[in-house]
T-cell receptor
Framework: DAKTTQPTSMDCAEGRAANLPCNHS???????VYWYRQIHSQGPQYIIH???NNETNEMASLIITEDRKSSTLILPHATLRDTAVYYC???????????FGTGTRLQVFP | DAGVIQSPRHEVTEMGQEVTLRCKPI?????LFWYRQTMMRGLELLIY????????DSGMPEDRFSAKMPNASFSTLKIQPSEPRDSAVYFC????????????FGQGTRLTVV
């Protein structure tokens, strides 16, 4: 299984962009990168996913490097409600499985 | 759709008792997952069903744990007998099989075994 490496924690000022990095150097050519977040004790919430092109939706943008060995999740204007643990996941091969790592704890401060 | 529905939201039970957690996936989804979350071990995948068939149960901790999916709209995770170390939040998630789909999680069941 392709593993991911994320910083343990990050801070961001409210209103600024939050850039969360993820390394996935062993990713295979047909594996997608997924991002989820978990606010307090709620169930993980889907944010965005991509294969090799950059992606954007109403929540965030996902930038994947050309060699696909790393990616960055961008929250363009962080709010206090974005404080959460953010998980970068490489979807396992040809299954639907999502294997969670330890994630990045993002703290947005006023 | 109301999303993935789990019940109960909270369960407190005594050691040795049987515990059954329930999950209703999103209608039309054909893959279902059970996860367990603790402070020590994070989010662990316990078992994964596809089209009601268990595909991978390698994460099930021991024989005290069992999971079933009798039909496409219902799944259970049973612990018998329960132990204090089973205390955790248990999440159910569902998705539609495919390379380009996302999984949706329920709100979880917080289990406390005393």
């Amino acid at each position: 299984d392709a593993k991911t490496t994320q910083p343990t924690s990050m801070d961001c000022a409210e209103g600024r962009a939050a850039n969360l990095p993820c390394n996935h150097s062993t990713i295979s050519g047909n594996e997608y990168v997924y991002w989820y977040r978990q606010i307090h004790s709620q169930g993980p919430q889907y944010i965005i996913h991509g294969l090799k092109n950059n992606e954007t939706n109403e929540m965030a943008s996902l930038i994947i490097t050309e060699d696909r060995k790393s990616s960055t999740l961008i929250l363009p204007h962080a709010t206090l409600r974005d404080t959460a643990v953010y998980y970068c996941i490489v979807r396992v091969g040809n299954t639907d499985k999502l294997i969670f790592g330890t994630g990045t704890r993002l703290q947005v401060f006023p | 759709d109301a999303g993935v529905i789990q019940s109960p939201r909270h369960e407190v039970t005594e050691m040795g008792q049987e515990v059954t957690l329930r999950c209703k996936p999103i209608s039309g989804h054909n893959s279902l997952f059970w996860y367990r979350q603790t402070m020590m071990r994070g989010l662990e995948l316990l078992i994964y069903f596809n089209n009601n068939v268990p595909i991978d149960d390698s994460g099930m901790p021991e024989d005290r744990f069992s999971a079933k999916m009798p039909n496409a709209s219902f799944s259970t995770l049973k612990i018998q007998p329960s132990e204090p170390r089973d205390s955790a939040v248990y999440f159910c998630a569902s998705t539609l099989t495919g390379w380009n789909t996302e999984a949706f999680f329920g709100q979880g069941t917080r289990l406390t075994v005393v």
